[in-house]
Every structure is written in structure tokens, then in C-alpha cells.
């Protein structure tokens, strides 16, 4: 369902803004700063712009978001419980050893959403999504 109410939108930001700041608090480790910055573009996209639905995560025809700055995992893992993809009680094991939400794990999220979802080092997350998922590339005269 897509939301297009602007004051429905700024309170799911404002939700995403303080589980980011609660991720980072229980962590004790991380810099909220990137994700803080990101919420609105990601409230946006996952709540009124992208083709989504937590209820088929794997859905063929989906779009899909990479995130190649993976130090801002933790909005898109507030974005993602915000959502509905996986329990809220899952961002309690945010960088956590025996979570499911280590910081910059490019596969932390997969349990709950395919897609690829944080990054490694600049200018390679491109290459390695075009390499994960295959497409007909067709030259255009």
C-alpha cells in the first residue's frame, strides 16, 4: 500500500530516526549521522515510490535498492521492521554476534529480503549487483 500522505510519511521517518538512534545506543558502536540523513529518501522510496510488498519479498517483478554505503545499515534495517519485512525485535540484535543484523553484512538481511542490501568497499557494489542479478542485455542501434 502505497502511502501519500506527506504528515503519515514524516511520522514513519520520525519512527525510522529513533530505532536508528536505539540500534546505535544498544550497539554501543556506530555513527547515526548517514542514516539520520537517509531516512526521509528511504521512507519515501519503500513506503510510496518502490514496488514492494513484505508479504512476497522474493516477488520477481519487485524493484529492488542497494545500499552501497553499508555504515548507513542500520536506517535501512529500521526501514525494513518499519515495513513489515521482519519483527522489530530483530533490530535488538543490531551488531550483536548472535543477531541476525551485523553491521555491514552485505547477507544480513537476505533471511528477510533478497535483495542486495549493504555494501563493501567503493565502487564495487555496482559490479557485484549487476553480477547478482543476471539480465538480457540487448544493444540498441
Not at 502505497?2 to 529513533?18: F, G, H, Q
Not at 548507513?72 to 525494513?80: H, I, K, N
Not at 525485535?89 to 547477507?107: A, S, T
Request: charge should be negative.
Amino acid at each position: 500500500m502505497k502511502i501519500e500522505n506527506v504528515e503519515e510519511l514524516r511520522k514513519i521517518a520520525k519512527k525510522i530516526r529513533i530505532s536508528i538512534i536505539e540500534q546505535v545506543y544498544r550497539a554501543k558502536s556506530g555513527h547515526p549521522g548517514g542514516s539520520l540523513s537517509s531516512a526521509d529518501i528511504l521512507t519515501v522510496l519503500y513506503f510510496n515510490q518502490m514496488n514492494i510488498n513484505e508479504k512476497e519479498p522474493k516477488a520477481i517483478l519487485r524493484d529492488r535498492f542497494v545500499l552501497s554505503k553499508g555504515h548507513c545499515a542500520p536506517v535501512l534495517y529500521a526501514t525494513l521492521a518499519e515495513k513489515g519485512f521482519f519483527n522489530k525485535e530483530e533490530l535488538l540484535g543490531f551488531r550483536k554476534v548472535d543477531g541476525n543484523l551485523m553491521f555491514l553484512d552485505i547477507d544480513a538481511v537476505k533471511e528477510f529480503y533478497e535483495d542486495y542490501v549493504a555494501a563493501g568497499g567503493t565502487k564495487q557494489d555496482l559490479s557485484e549487483v549487476a553480477n547478482s542479478y543476471p539480465c538480457e542485455v540487448k544493444d540498441i542501434d
